[in-house]
């Protein structure tokens, strides 16, 4: 389970988030929806404090920690426990796709090479990369690497797996292959929480939905809450904007 | 030094050098070696921001940068007796060698640390996320993810650093090291023939050079081996 509460974070006098309290539950699958600049990725970030929040508790399973006491070590510990899906795949450039994946499972969670190669191979047939285990990110397609990003994080059986963005930096034909491997491992019961400008997706995938909005959630709710029937106006405006198509019951 | 010019001289004088090399070799080796350590160290207060370090580190490199390697030589030579004189210990009669690998090591820290201080600048920020998000410490990060990538891009320009170096090292017969320059000056006081002899060094050095020019493209494929090929051309 994961809770945050009263999360604040600044960017010098730049209010980002304005005290955000969230709770996760295991095997939920939350998106996190809003405008641009709403904030959405600076909370992913604080999460496994890449961003250190100035204010707020972060709990993630047995692991609670005040931001602004955590030290170093605990801060590590907490990352064990998560992983994230970047916008850039952010891979490790001078390891192969497999090297890539065991790097965690043997340097962090010191298993032995026979091991982590057999989960890592288990991963890369989940996303359908077998066949490249031995190559180099760089000989990948943007989603292919995208697809190794998912597999890395997976590998490492995390709490929660947090998603920025995964196919917002794809060409347009490469999204779905991504989506679609996402949409196969939400379905084994891991916690994911995703940040996405993919609105169908984030329908189809979510059992909960956050919209974000100036660095607060604005609201929260099952998809079709937030789809069909959202209470506040700046969601209805936000959907409005997003899906053109988009109608809610009045 | 009048005799005539005796080209023979050259072929025969070239084995009696190379008896020598070792010594070069040896100084070119230790030398890089240390100085890529130290150069790894300092350049770490400029890369973290290290108060007073920093201030420290960027006057020693621009010292380096600014005063010939023969100059160095003899302040180190005739300095650093002094220095540790004052903490009672003598050196005085201390090899010359040691003197030699300690002027060539610090220089070449300060040619390296500017040149791997660029290097860990140019890793992509995104990948140390990627490492802490995995729970990778800094320390690791550093040494699995950031430096290797970052030893690739500095190796082109640590390898010529290198072979300037190794060139440079003909100095320390200037303060009575034996190496391949020593071997050739006692040569020309023996034969009074110092073009020949001089035609000799020139082509060992360079020889020398070509080798481990060699060398190094051929390690620059080996890591360059996770590039693409247009990565290659830039
Ligand atoms: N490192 C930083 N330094 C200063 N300001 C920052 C930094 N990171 C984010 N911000 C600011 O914080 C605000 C929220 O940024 P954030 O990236 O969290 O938004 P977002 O909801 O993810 O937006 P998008 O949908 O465009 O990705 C923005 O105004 C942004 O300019
Ligand atoms: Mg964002």
């Known amino acids: ?250 | 030094m009048g005799s005539s010019f005796e080209p023979s001289l050259i072929v025969e004088s070239i084995p009696k050098l190379l008896s020598y090399l070792h010594i070069t070799i040896e100084i070119l080796a230790l030398s890089v070696g240390l100085g890529l350590l130290l150069g790894i160290l300092i350049a770490m207060p400029r890369l973290y921001h290290i108060p007073i370090l920093k201030e420290i580190v960027t006057v020693y490199i621009s010292f380096i940068r600014g005063t010939p390697i023969l100059i160095q030589l003899f302040l180190v030579f005739y300095g650093l007796p002094v220095v540790v004189g004052l903490f009672g210990i003598d050196i005085t009669r201390m090899d010359p060698f040691y003197f030699v690998i300690v002027t060539y090591t610090l220089s070449n820290a300060a040619a390296f640390s500017e040149i791997f201080r660029g290097a860990i600048t140019s890793v992509d920020y995104g990948q140390t996320e990627a490492a802490y998000s995995i729970g990778l410490t800094p320390l690791q990060n550093f040494y699995r993810i950031v430096f290797p990538q970052a030893f690739r891009v500095a190796f082109p320009n640590i390898a010529n650093a290198s072979i300037s170096s190794l060139k440079d090292t003909s100095l320390a017969f200037s303060i009575g090291v034996m190496d391949m320059m020593g071997r050739g000056e006692t040569l020309i006081s023996a034969t009074m023939h110092a073009v020949e002899i001089y035609i000799s060094l020139a082509i060992i050095y360079y020889v020398i050079v070509l080798i481990f020019e060699r060398l190094f493209k051929w390690i620059e494929r080996y890591l360059n081996r996770y590039l693409v090929k247009d990565e290659l051309s830039l």
């Open chain 1, 1 to 250: 389970m994961i809770q945050l509460s009263n999360i604040q974070k600044s960017f010098g006098k730049t209010e980002v988030l304005k005290g955000i309290d969230l709770q996760v539950n295991k095997g939920d699958i939350v998106s996190i929806l809003g405008p641009s600049g709403s904030g959405k990725t600076t909370l992913l970030r604080c999460i496994n404090f890449l961003e250190k929040a100035n204010e707020g508790t972060i709990k993630v399973d047995n692991i609670a920690l005040d931001v602004k006491t955590a030290s170093k070590k605990e801060i590590t510990e907490l990352r064990k426990k998560t992983a994230m899906v970047f916008q850039n795949y952010n891979l490790f450039q001078h390891k192969t796709v497999l090297q890539n994946i065991t790097e965690g499972l043997m340097i962090v969670q010191k298993k032995s090479e026979k091991e982590a190669i057999e989960i890592a191979k288990t991963m890369l047939t989940k996303v359908s990369l077998e066949h490249k285990a031995n190559n180099y990110p760089s000989a990948l397609s943007g989603g292919q690497q995208q697809r190794v990003g998912i597999a890395r994080a997976l590998a490492l059986n995390p709490e929660v797996i947090l998603f920025d963005e995964p196919t917002s930096a794809l060409d347009p034909e490469l999204v779905g292959e991504v989506l679609d491997v996402i949409q196969k491992i939400a379905k084994e019961g891991i916690t994911m929480i995703i940040v996405t400008h993919e609105m169908n997706f984030a329908r189809d995938i979510s059992n909960r939905v956050v919209f974000m909005d100036g660095g607060v959630v604005v609201e929260e709710g099952t998809p079709s809450e937030i789809f069909n029937n959202p209470k506040s106006d700046r969601t209805k405006q936000f959907l409005r904007r997003l899906v053109p198509e988009f109608t809610y019951e009045i």
